[in-house]
């Protein structure tokens, strides 16, 4: 049976099902799953704890669903198209059948190394197939794999390692990324100096850079693969037992691990990936993003393998050798499902139209969008460049705490509006509130976006910090769940989401907590105090601006701008480097000490003709002190 909504009336019907009945709902979609043994009830729930679960003492294994679900139907189909980063090198296609038996021994291999359920597992690795049985085999054995994206730092790396308290690392001896050839192993080398609980390193060759291996810790994937057989039994699990951890950043502190548990993501990735997408069985679908984030688990791994599709997956950039590679892997592959960022839509955008002009990207029925508002410039390009004007565009608002999709269009079901996420996916309740925590109902309304009932793929707690998770989702609002982000109601009832309403930042897709990246500024052995804040960027979304009080004395402000710059990017990583560096002699702040980044926010955007009243500042004579200077920047 599908749970395939096909027209715009069947999609009111499941809605409205899904909010009248929504146990009967999922557990009807449910049943189509493997289970080892069926729950006792789909559903307890409590905001305000909070304590979520789905599809109580039931026992499966999401594995078992990818792939003895489906084996007999799609064995000898294509999961992994794989397009290396050099469009020379050879790519490779994986079939079912082929990920099955690499999964199975590389389980072996896990469980061989001492690994068991429950254990936390590192994936810091490049987009290479591996990286993909690397997840399924925890998955399979029953531990907690944690992705770290292969562009962090290793003190980055290593806070995560800390706080998951991880007994293994799967990485490779390199990257390659565009032109770069990239170090991992000697990164996740310099990691572990600061960490504990690592037992066992998994090494899988990719770009034969020189590695050391540390005798009785570190392995070759190739050796310790070789002998295994491709036989493994699949542990059994249980329903709420936990499937990854994945860390992203927040208002606050450092990032923080966001907990997901195997049943209700588990359908909620297939039902969104499919209704989504409206996947087709012979479709080939790309989506661009990297296994460390969110869109990788969800939409690269976990709903497409469930549903038996052909998943391709890109080692390389948008713009190596050329930016035209984006368009000539989708003909080369006649890919139908195209899933990207609107940062990459326009970067490729200012390279201008004749790097597109030459493919014919007949193959696409479906183009999409994900992980920042996607301005209307940019929605048309897309739409007409590379949809051709034909294709519906899915512009999918979702965040790493929900799992999956939570509002879009149903590709070629809802009509397209652009610059809109438009309508939620059934079993999605959202409520717009206003700051006093009053719904605002009706049309043509803008407020902070809440959602009211639980989703089975939704976030079950911050990894040993169960408090942290109640203070940043569940205490704003009572009992709702809160997003961060800022949204519009139009008035035919689309929704727009208008970005974040918190001092989280959107940078090239990627979050960022402004505190993450003060904090990496501070540990500048000049720096006194700093404020970051986010700007509008033309192509990524938004821009990095830190203002910073320091010690200069007789030190050249040039290199110390240029030192800050390479702190942060050596405690965080490339993502987090900010792209302009203030200097300030001091920052705006209320009596209380409080930073007023509002007004930082405002010079910043070069908005400053309303900056609404200063007179209250500890210190107003700073604000016009820091414009004067921001205009040098
Ligand atoms: C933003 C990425 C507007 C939003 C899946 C959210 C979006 C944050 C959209 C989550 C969209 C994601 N339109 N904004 N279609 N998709 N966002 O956790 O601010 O990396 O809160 O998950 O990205 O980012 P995350």
Same mark, same amino acid.
């Given at each position: 049976?599908?749970?395939?909504?096909?027209?715009?009336?069947?999609?009111?019907?499941?809605? =409205?099902?899904?909010?009248?009945?929504?146990?009967?709902?999922?557990?009807?979609?449910?049943?189509?799953?493997?289970?080892?043994?069926?729950?006792?009830? @789909?559903?307890?729930?409590?905001?305000?704890?909070?304590?979520?679960?789905?599809?109580?003492?039931? *026992?499966?294994?999401?594995?078992?669903?990818?792939?003895?679900?489906?084996?007999?139907?799609?064995?000898?189909?294509?999961?992994?198209?794989?397009?290396?980063?050099?469009?020379?090198?050879?790519?490779?296609?994986?079939?079912?059948?082929?990920?099955?038996?690499?999964?199975?021994?590389?389980?072996?291999?896990?469980?061989?190394?001492?690994?068991?359920?429950?254990?936390?597992?590192?994936?810091?690795?490049?987009?290479?197939?591996?990286?993909?049985?690397?997840?399924?085999?925890?998955?399979?054995?029953?531990?907690?794999? $944690?992705?770290?994206?292969?562009?962090?730092?290793?003190?980055?790396?290593?806070?995560?390692?800390? /706080?998951? =308290?991880?007994?293994?690392?799967?990485?490779? /001896?390199?990257?390659?990324?565009?032109?770069?050839?990239?170090?991992?192993?000697?990164?996740?080398?310099?990691?572990?100096? *600061?960490?504990?609980?690592?037992?066992?390193?998994?090494?899988?060759?990719?770009?034969?850079?020189?590695?050391?291996?540390?005798? +009785?810790?570190?392995?070759?994937?190739?050796?310790?693969?070789?002998?295994?057989?491709?036989?493994?039994?699949?542990?059994?699990?249980?329903?709420?037992?936990?499937?990854?951890?994945?860390?992203?950043?927040?208002?606050?502190?450092?990032?923080?691990?966001?907990?997901?548990?195997? +049943?209700?993501?588990?359908?909620?990735?297939?039902?969104?990936? =499919?209704? @989504?997408?409206?996947?087709?069985?012979?479709?080939?679908?790309?989506?661009?993003?990297?296994?460390?984030?969110?869109?990788?688990?969800?939409?690269?791994?976990?709903?497409?393998?469930?549903?038996?599709?052909?998943?391709?997956?890109?080692?390389?950039?948008?713009?190596?050798?050329?930016?035209?590679?984006?368009?000539?892997?989708?003909?080369?592959?006649?890919?139908?499902?195209?899933?990207?960022?609107?940062?990459?839509?326009?970067?490729?955008?200012?390279?201008?139209?004749?790097?597109? =002009?030459?493919?014919?990207?007949? $193959?696409?029925?479906?183009?999409?969008?994900?992980?920042?508002?996607?301005?209307?410039?940019?929605?048309?390009?897309?739409?007409?460049?590379?949809?051709?004007? *034909?294709?519906?565009?899915?512009?999918?608002?979702?965040?790493? !705490?929900?799992?999956?999709?939570?509002?879009?269009?149903?590709?070629?079901?809802?009509?397209?509006?652009?610059?809109?996420?438009?309508?939620?996916?059934?079993?999605?309740?959202?409520?717009?509130?206003?700051?006093?925590?009053?719904?605002?109902?009706?049309?043509?309304?803008?407020?902070?976006?809440?959602?009211?009932?639980?989703?089975?793929?939704?976030?079950?707690?911050?990894?040993?910090?169960?408090?942290?998770?109640?203070?940043?989702?569940?205490?704003?609002?009572? +009992?709702?769940?809160?997003?961060?982000?800022?949204?519009?109601?139009?008035?035919?009832?689309?929704?727009?989401?208008?970005?974040?309403?918190?001092?989280?930042?959107?940078?090239?897709?990627?979050?960022?907590?402004?505190?993450?990246?003060?904090?990496?500024?501070? !540990?500048?052995?000049?720096?006194?105090?700093?404020?970051?804040?986010?700007?509008?960027?033309?192509?990524?979304?938004?821009?990095?601006?830190?203002?910073?009080?320091?010690?200069?004395?007789?030190?050249?402000?040039?290199?110390?701008?240029?030192?800050?710059?390479?702190?942060?990017?050596?405690?965080?990583?490339?993502?987090?480097?900010?792209?302009?560096?203030?200097?300030?002699?001091?920052?705006?702040?209320?009596?209380?000490?409080?930073?007023?980044?509002?007004?930082?926010?405002?010079?910043?955007? *070069? /908005?400053?003709?309303?900056?609404?009243?200063?007179?209250?500042?500890?210190?107003?004579?700073?604000?016009?002190?820091?414009?004067? +200077?921001?205009?040098?920047?």
């Amino acid at each position: 049976m599908s749970f395939k909504i096909s027209s715009l009336s069947e999609y009111f019907v499941e809605y =409205q099902k899904s909010i009248d009945q929504p146990e009967k709902f999922w557990s009807d979609i449910a049943e189509t799953f493997k289970w080892k043994k069926p729950w006792d009830k @789909v559903l307890s729930w409590n905001f305000n704890d909070p304590d979520l679960k789905w599809f109580l003492n039931a *026992k499966l294994n999401i594995t078992e669903n990818i792939f003895e679900r489906n084996i007999e139907k799609f064995g000898s189909k294509t999961a992994i198209i794989w397009e290396p980063n050099d469009p020379n090198e050879k790519p490779l296609q994986i079939t079912y059948n082929e990920l099955f038996q690499k999964t199975c021994q590389f389980s072996n291999v896990l469980q061989d190394q001492g690994i068991s359920k429950g254990d936390r597992v590192i994936i810091y690795m490049p987009m290479i197939p591996e990286a993909a049985i690397a997840m399924l085999a925890c998955a399979r054995v029953g531990a907690v794999h $944690s992705v770290v994206f292969a562009g962090f730092s290793s003190s980055a790396l290593a806070d995560r390692i800390n /706080d998951c =308290q991880a007994k293994m690392v799967i990485t490779s /001896d390199g990257n390659f990324r565009g032109k770069k050839n990239i170090e991992v192993k000697a990164v996740v080398d310099r990691a572990i100096e *600061k960490t504990k609980t690592i037992e066992k390193v998994i090494v899988c060759k990719r770009t034969k850079a020189k590695v050391n291996m540390k005798s +009785g810790r570190d392995f070759w994937w190739h050796e310790v693969v070789k002998n295994q057989t491709s036989d493994h039994k699949a542990t059994i699990l249980d329903s709420e037992d936990l499937l990854f951890i994945l860390y992203t950043s927040g208002s606050t502190g450092k990032p923080k691990g966001v907990v997901h548990t195997i +049943g209700g993501y588990m359908i909620y990735s297939q039902y969104s990936f =499919q209704n @989504v997408f409206q996947y087709e069985n012979d479709d080939i679908y790309w989506c661009t993003a990297d296994i460390g984030w969110i869109t990788g688990h969800s939409y690269i791994i976990y709903g497409p393998l469930l549903s038996g599709a052909t998943t391709l997956m890109f080692e390389g950039v948008p713009t190596y050798p050329n930016p035209g590679r984006f368009w000539d892997i989708i003909d080369k592959y006649k890919v139908n499902q195209f899933y990207t960022a609107p940062t990459a839509i326009r970067a490729l955008q200012a390279h201008g139209i004749e790097h597109i =002009q030459p493919y014919k990207l007949d $193959s696409l029925k479906v183009i999409g969008s994900v992980g920042e508002p996607i301005n209307e410039e940019a929605w048309h390009w897309y739409h007409d460049n590379v949809g051709k004007g *034909k294709c519906p565009l899915v512009d999918t608002w979702w965040q790493t !705490e929900t799992g999956g999709i939570m509002i879009s269009p149903l590709a070629g079901i809802t009509p397209n509006k652009p610059a809109h996420a438009s309508l939620p996916l059934p079993g999605i309740q959202p409520i717009i509130l206003d700051t006093n925590g009053n719904e605002l109902i009706g049309n043509n309304v803008e407020g902070n976006l809440c959602i009211k009932f639980p989703w089975p793929s939704m976030i079950r707690t911050t990894y040993g910090d169960h408090k942290r998770c109640k203070e940043t989702y569940f205490s704003t609002y009572q +009992g709702m769940y809160f997003t961060g982000d800022g949204v519009k109601r139009d008035h035919d009832g689309y929704l727009r989401i208008l970005g974040r309403v918190d001092d989280v930042m959107n940078v090239s897709g990627h979050r960022m907590g402004t505190a993450e990246v003060e904090n990496a500024i501070n !540990e500048h052995p000049k720096v006194i105090e700093s404020a970051v804040v986010g700007y509008p960027h033309e192509i990524k979304g938004q821009g990095i601006y830190a203002y910073v009080i320091c010690d200069i004395d007789n030190y050249s402000e040039a290199n110390l701008i240029d030192e800050i710059k390479e702190t942060v990017r050596n405690i965080i990583g490339p993502i987090a480097k900010p792209d302009k560096v203030q200097i300030v002699p001091g920052l705006p702040k209320t009596r209380s000490g409080k930073i007023m980044r509002r007004i930082l926010r405002k010079i910043a955007s *070069k /908005d400053i003709s309303n900056l609404g009243d200063i007179s209250t500042l500890l210190n107003p004579d700073i604000v016009e002190k820091i414009i004067i +200077g921001s205009s040098k920047i």
